[in-house]
């Protein structure tokens, strides 16, 4: 069940664990006895005790005996009226829920306790250490890795946000039971807590009921950021640096990065055309101003921490220059410029201290220190109110008015800037009445002036810093309204630089005073924080499909009477690219009217120069196959690039976006490495590469696709083939690669632990860089928490780390890759001929499982299919992985592996079989993966569906899939070696059977509802049924697609 963690390897300590969910059961029972009364608890408890003596049964051996069970629980199901079967779904989709919750806290908890926690920065420093890595090389190694984790809207995540968070404050409360100095009156009123929160989790709607926008998305997203990453960045990054001190003697830089972030959410219109060029910008815009209401909110807090006055002379000077900027002609101004900050400023110039920027009231948060940020129950922050448009259907918006800040700006006066006119224009009026200057609880706030302290540098200089962005913030306000707005440089904050300049310089200062333990607190972190996030929190990716970049020139070029460019063989093609990336002029007319997609796609790219690489990062191009496709990219972008900068009268805000093809299908993947070559071959893009970044080429690689069009085990082998010929290709040309893994959140789409994915690329693959996509449930189940959050950017630098200095072994005999290719043959041909050549298979796929049903989640923003009509081939990889693992044949992680491992062995090669398990990596990950899958398949459960959905003349499809299910398993523990699926893994099977009794009566009540609504499909209230039993299943199964 453990697909959304990488603990797979990690016990947990089951009697705590169970300890919480038998708390949790009983809370739930309480809740549900009060709202539905005694009569549907019986209902309930018949249910379950039937479908847990069932589970005892099956594991007894006794098969038959469990069978009759089954029937009458079905039985039971089955005369089950509408609305009880609707609260049956909903009471055990919830308690699987709260037992995620505590397996969670739970895990956290035991990592917290180890002492030295495997995986760790500082487990794997010290192995790299005792292995014999220098630490001079161990320490330039970290400082210089690049891992870049990106945040993709792909439609797995199957809760609702409302839901999310509350499954959290459950998670602080079980957080806050478990400390050993709770007082019995303490325990009463944290119970009295959970009761609550369960009982409003009972009685909110768990549907979503519209689709969301792809701006809803990109919010959710940044929702991530504020109340986990935020707090769990600088934690980790203390972590390396500590470990670091340990191992090597120094500690991190302040500004070094191992991780950043990027983001789909609002830039992937693949597929998806409510993603527009407006969308786009929106979103990155609604970053920026998310970032910079984070790092206000922060100097807030760190404003109020340095109330020291010793200070270096660079500081005193900076802050004599702002308050002279801000009182030129004071009389006194001399005096001060004179005097030292070291001493307390004469009690005579009053009006100087009148005008200090004093907070008016504590900020958020300023009564912990930073150090709780990762531990306490609650955000430090309210959740941000961020900008919406009421003006208009489905755009964004300012609010209405924004807090006072505490931290006034240099002048002493609290700006007006973040207000909307008529929010600004209400405490204008107000300021300005006679109750507003004489309101006694202003008095109360404001300290006397007798009372105020003398002038304090480092809040001279951060007010200054806070007040240039709530200007900024104010800015990007009025261009999410598309209201005119000045652009005075000197004004804004508009790099990362430009904050972090004033913060180093207070740091050094500390340091310089002796105080450095001041320096590296609040302000460390937020020196972090900056150099992570920068100006955009996360840089947003551009993904749009090969195909559109063609259209688009077609259209240009039949316009200017050149031919069709898509009739063009790639030699001509690359010919005519290669020319006009090298000329100077825009290739497309101002003037030229086209169709309204080839014109999203040039506005695309003209907001793609609006805002250029200090907002975005990598134009991704989906089903990339030859350079042609790379090149159109550039010449489209640099042609927007010269438009753009033409109407602003003044280049384009930074440079061009790094361009980066996916390969996906099995064929191109093959010819990955070809086109690569192809690409580096030409001088120009060589150049480009190496002038404009660093001689560094992106590759991305796509797990899903590539295992919908072949098969895991063959998409598999494929990926690492196109791994090491990409890798080779740029080698050949003294050209850097970093390998973009677009991998999905379940096995099936390329998903499971990300050390085990690592430590199991290529050698020479993974050379301290990688960018990876974390997708749909994945995004909260491993960064929903700060202490999750930390965990999984250790494990990220650590794997990363491990395969840059110690690369996983290659295959040691040749042979291996010949018996890899025969296997991935067979497996191919098997699963290719199930899926896509058995007329039977799609009708059958149909009846069998829900898909057709789950666009009814509202979960996405995109369409289920990239094309209306069409097959297997048109259905995105989310929905075919989806609706077989709410069947739970799960069957796209497994299809095809048993007929090639079975041919392998048959032919008398399992020596050679456990020999690679033992000592290739990669072999060995692949199996496991496998394995671990097959374990959640449940056959007699697949063979129900079937039995009730699919009519008889086709039920011989799903007899054989389940025997091909068996064949694997067998085959899979005879290369293994192991007695039992998941033998090496007690915790995991054990997690998995303790789920069973809440999750076959979930799927006993999807079958029948989905043959109630195949009858009536108009039926809304057995709509909603499926629906939370499809919730359900996905909680049970820690996974959706």
Not at 191 to 211: M, P, S, Y
């Amino acid at each position: 069940m453990l697909d959304t963690t990488d603990d797979i390897a990690e016990g947990i300590s089951f009697q705590a664990f169970e300890d919480d969910c038998r708390l949790l059961a009983t809370l739930l029972h309480d809740v549900l006895l009060r709202e539905l009364g005694p009569r549907f608890i019986h209902i309930l408890e018949r249910n379950r005790i039937l479908a847990q003596s069932a589970v005892s049964m099956r594991a007894a051996g006794m098969e038959d005996t469990a069978a009759v069970v089954e029937r009458q629980l079905e039985a039971d199901l089955a005369a089950m009226p509408l609305e009880d079967a609707l609260c049956v779904a909903r009471a055990f989709s919830h308690y699987l829920n709260l037992m995620g919750i505590a397996e969670t806290h739970h895990r956290v908890r035991k990592a917290r306790n180890v002492e030295k926690l495997s995986k760790s920065c500082d487990d794997i420093f010290d192995k790299l250490i005792q292995s014999g890595v220098p630490p001079e090389q161990l320490y330039d190694t970290v400082c210089k890795q690049e891992v870049e984790i990106v945040l993709t809207a792909h439609p797995t995540q199957i809760n609702r946000r409302t839901l999310q968070y509350k499954h959290l404050r459950v998670a602080h409360l079980l957080e806050f039971n478990a400390r050993p100095d709770l007082s019995h009156e303490d325990k009463e009123m944290l119970i009295e807590d959970l009761v609550r929160e369960i009982t409003a989790i009972w009685q909110t709607d768990e549907l979503r009921r519209h689709k969301p926008t792809p701006v809803d998305e990109a919010r959710a997203g940044l929702h991530i950021v504020e109340q986990s990453l935020w707090k769990a960045v600088p934690h980790y990054l203390r972590r390396v640096s500590s470990a670091l001190k340990k191992h090597t003697g120094r500690t991190l830089p302040l500004t070094s990065t191992p991780i950043k972030f990027g983001s789909w959410m609002g830039g992937d219109r693949d597929g998806n055309p409510n993603v527009t060029a407006k969308v786009t910008r929106d979103v990155s815009l609604l970053s920026r101003w998310m970032a910079i209401d984070l790092y206000i909110r922060e100097l807030e807090n760190l404003s109020f921490e340095l109330s020291v006055k010793r200070c270096s002379d660079k500081v005193a000077n900076l802050a004599n220059e702002i308050l002279l900027k801000v009182n030129p002609t004071e009389s006194a101004s001399e005096d001060l410029k004179a005097s030292t900050w070291n001493q307390t400023v004469p009690q005579n110039n009053a009006k100087l201290h009148h005008n200090l920027p004093l907070p008016a009231q504590l900020p958020s948060g300023a009564d912990l220190p930073s150090c709780t940020e990762c531990s306490d129950g609650e955000s430090q922050f309210r959740i941000i109110n961020l900008p919406r448009n009421r003006s208009r259907p489905g755009a964004l918006n300012v609010p209405e008015k924004f807090e006072d800040s505490p931290l006034s700006s240099p002048t002493g006066r609290q700006s007006q800037i973040g207000r909307t006119a008529s929010g600004g224009q209400l405490r204008k009026l107000f300021k300005e009445s006679h109750i507003g200057r004489s309101s006694s609880f202003r008095k109360l706030l404001e300290p006397s002036i007798s009372d105020k302290p003398g002038i304090t540098p480092y809040r001279v200089v951060l007010g200054n810093v806070k007040e240039k962005l709530v200007k900024t913030r104010r800015r990007l306000e009025l261009l999410l309204e598309d209201l005119p707005c000045d652009y005075d440089t000197e004004e804004y904050c508009e790099t990362s630089d430009q904050v972090l300049e004033p913060l180093l310089l207070c740091y050094q200062s500390l340091e310089s005073c002796g105080s450095s333990v001041l320096a590296d607190g609040r302000l460390a972190d937020l020196i972090r924080r900056v150099a992570t996030f920068g100006m955009v929190l996360m840089k947003l990716d551009v993904r749009q499909e090969s195909g559109r970049h063609t259209e688009a020139l077609d259209a240009v070029t039949s316009y200017l009477d050149l031919g069709v460019y898509s009739e063009w063989d790639e030699e001509k093609k690359l010919d005519f690219l290669t020319r006009e990336l090298k000329g100077k002029r825009p290739l497309v007319p101002p003037n030229i009217e086209v169709a309204a997609d080839v014109k999203e796609v040039l506005d695309t790219f003209k907001v793609a120069a609006e805002l250029g690489s200090d907002s975005l990062g990598a134009y991704v191009i989906s089903m990339a196959s030859n350079a042609s496709d790379v090149l159109a990219v550039e010449l489209l972008q640099k042609d927007a690039r010269l438009t753009v900068s033409g109407d602003l009268g003044r280049p384009c805000p930074g440079g061009t976006l790094r361009v980066v093809p996916l390969f996906e299908t099995v064929k191109d993947l093959r010819e990955a490495g070809s086109a690569i070559r192809k690409l580096l071959s030409i001088d120009w893009y060589r150049e480009h590469i190496i002038k404009n970044h660093n001689g560094h080429q992106e590759v991305m690689v796509g797990y899903s696709d590539s295992g919908k069009d072949a098969g895991r085990f063959t998409a598999a082998w494929e990926l690492y083939k196109a791994q090491e010929d990409v890798v080779a290709a740029c080698n050949e040309f003294g050209i850097k690669v970093t390998l973009f893994h677009g991998r999905g959140g379940s096995i099936g789409r390329g998903g499971g632990p990300t050390y085990l994915a690592i430590q199991s690329q290529p050698p020479g693959s993974v050379m301290g860089t990688l960018r990876s996509t974390e997708q749909g449930e994945m995004v909260q189940a491993k960064f929903g928490l700060p202490q999750t959050a930390v965990r999984q950017l250790e494990i990220y630098t650590t794997a990363v780390l491990l395969a840059t200095l110690r690369p996983p072994h290659p295959p040691r005999d040749p042979n291996w890759r010949h018996l890899m290719e025969e296997i991935s043959r067979v497996s191919c041909a098997h699963y290719r001929r199930t899926v896509y050549e058995d007329p039977e298979f799609i009708t059958y796929f149909q009846e069998a499982t829900p898909q057709a049903e789950l666009g009814f989640l509202n979960i996405g923003s995109r369409p289920a299919k990239r094309k209306p009509a069409g097959g297997i081939s048109s259905l995105r990889a989310i929905p075919w992985v989806f609706a077989w693992t709410q069947t739970r044949l799960v069957l796209p992680a497994w299809l095809g592996v048993g007929a090639g491992l079975q041919d392998a062995l048959d032919r008398g090669h399992g020596g050679e079989l456990r020999a690679m398990y033992a000592e290739w990596p990669f072999f060995q990950s692949t199996l496991d993966l496998i394995e671990m899958v097959t374990a959640k398949a449940d056959a007699p459960m697949a063979a129900h569906y079937e039995e009730m959905l699919v009519a008889r003349e086709r039920r011989a499809v799903g007899g054989e899939l389940r025997r091909e299910l068996a064949r694997t398993e067998r085959c899979v523990l005879a290369v293994s070696g192991h007695s039992k699926l998941t033998a090496h893994n007690r915790s995991l099977r054990r997690l998995i059977e303790s789920r069973l009794a809440y999750l076959n009566p979930i799927n006993m009540l999807q079958v029948e509802v989905l043959r109630r609504l195949r009858r009536d499909d108009d039926n809304r209230r057995l709509r909603d049924a499926l629906l939370i039993t499809i919730n359900g299943i996905a909680a049970g199964m820690r996974n959706t697609g």
